[in-house]
């Protein structure tokens, strides 16, 4: 790598290479663990290529020439919540104009629609309700499975399922009161977590922007109550309002070292040596990275909790601040290669997580297609009704109705030179009927 490192602001040169970014690029090609320094040089760096092409090369040395897409359907049951944070224009007050909750019957409709269209899944994320009871959540979990018992019904925040703790009367019971929360809606059909409701971890940013939601530890609870029932769960990061850059590392810190304990617990349970890689690779000892040279996936290190009783951190996805009609709204949205660095930076930093989203809805199926050749493996799936961020309105002016189709989500992971891979909420390949889209199956091979 050449030396070059010119100052930008007094050449008005930007540098192809900044040689502050060897020592990374040694140890993200031997697969050894960056720091919390390096992740904030990733960030500080004027050489952005340098970044994409490291996210790159884990990209491709965990997934090669794949890139994964679903076909899901998003579906939010209610948008009125007792929280008022101010980065999310979605919720309503009760009796607010546009305030909204479905039936259970709209619900089981809304999901016999979905397999009629060939959803795997459907993720389901509301708002707080305050009046709705716990019951009405695991009559959903039921009659969803009944309606469509092959539908991954992949469910609830972090700050839903300690909402629920609360309303069931077990809030007081902290970690075994959220535990058996769980093991009520798995009982009843819920298949995994989604990865909403993270934020960013850091107390002054959650006080100024969303003071009365959970923190972090309580965010981090849920999903390793989630983990030990067998349930895997997803990571987001919304970044881009009113924090840091460093607090965006220090996020993606935390995250890496509850993935790291949780994997190290899902080894011990399994009878198999997820240490050795990194004992090999002599670092941290309390490293587990998935990300080295003798990375591959899908990896048998990593097989499916349904084959075993634990769980794990299956993808992040970096989520780009809306300010559109939220308190925020003054704030300027982050741009394109702001959100392309975050998302590489997550590839690089988070070596313990399989996968890195670019949740297409909220950067744009353009911005997504980019993003699979800097460090996204996956970009999401069809979606279909989306009400939490606003980026395109159908034919008719509707903007929560963002859908794609299969056919348009294959042809950009193609343009990007990828082979697309339906994939379903376990990141199992998919296989279809030919003649009959809407008949599935897991892919043995
Ligand atoms: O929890 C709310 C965020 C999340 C705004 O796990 C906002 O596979 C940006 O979590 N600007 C919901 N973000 C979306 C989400 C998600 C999406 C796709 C896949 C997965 C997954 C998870 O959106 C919320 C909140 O963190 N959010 N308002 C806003 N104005």
């Known amino acids: 790598m050449s030396t070059l490192h010119l100052d930008p602001v007094t050449t008005g040169v930007l540098p192809r290479v900044d040689s502050r970014l060897k020592a990374i690029d040694e140890k993200v090609r031997a697969g050894v663990r960056l720091t919390e320094a390096d992740g904030n040089l990733l960030y500080q760096t004027p050489d952005i290529w340098t970044v994409c092409s490291l996210a790159d090369l884990v990209r491709r040395r965990m997934h090669g020439d794949i890139a994964y897409y679903n076909v899901n359907r998003h579906l939010n049951y209610s948008n009125i919540c007792a929280l008022s944070c101010k980065f999310c224009a979605f919720y309503r007050k009760k009796d607010e104009d546009g305030a909204y909750e479905h039936s259970l019957e709209q619900i089981a409709e809304e999901a016999r629609n979905a397999v009629s269209g ?119 990061i919304l970044y881009g309002h009113i924090e840091q850059r460093s607090e965006r ?25 997820l240490q050795a890689a990194a004992d090999h690779q002599g670092m941290e000892t309390e490293a587990v990275v998935l990300s080295g040279e003798d990375a591959g996936y899908p990896d048998e290190r990593l097989p499916m909790p349904e084959t075993c009783d634990a769980g794990y951190y299956q993808t992040i996805t970096p989520l780009p601040f809306f300010p559109d009609k939220s308190e925020l709204e003054h704030l300027p949205a982050p741009t394109g290669l702001e959100n392309l660095r975050t998302l590489a930076i997550c590839r690089l930093m988070l070596d313990n997580f399989p996968h890195v989203k670019a949740f297409w809805i909220m950067q744009s199926l353009e911005m997504a297609q980019f993003m699979l050749l800097n460090g996204a493996d996956d970009i999401d799936g069809t979606v279909v009704w989306y009400d939490i961020t606003k980026l395109i309105s159908d034919s008719d002016g509707d903007p929560t109705h963002q859908e794609t189709g299969v056919w348009d989500l294959q042809k950009a992971i193609r343009d990007a030179g990828f082979r697309p891979v339906e994939r379903d909420t376990l990141y199992r390949p998919v296989e279809r009927d030919p003649d009959n889209a809407t008949d599935w199956r897991i892919a043995t091979t």
Do not use: C
């Open 249 to 273: 590392i220090t996020h993606m810190m935390l995250l890496r070292e509850e993935q790291d304990r949780t994997l190290k617990q899902w080894a011990s349970d399994q009878g198999i040596a």
């Open 118 to 236: 060939g959803a795997t899944e459907i993720h389901i994320v509301g708002g707080l309700h305050p009046w709705l009871g716990f019951d009405y959540y695991t009559d959903m979990m039921r009659i969803i499975h009944d309606a469509a018992p092959r539908l991954h019904i992949k469910a609830f925040t972090a700050v839903e399922i300690v909402h629920l703790a609360r309303i069931s009367k077990r809030g007081k019971e902290g970690y075994d009161g959220i535990k058996s929360v769980l093991k009520d809606l798995k009982d009843a059909g819920l298949g995994s977590l989604p990865g909403g409701g993270a934020e960013v971890f850091d107390d002054r940013v959650h006080d100024e922007a969303y003071k009365g939601k959970i923190k972090a530890r309580q965010w981090m609870e849920v999903h390793q109550a989630a983990h030990e029932l067998g349930l895997n769960t997803n990571a987001t």
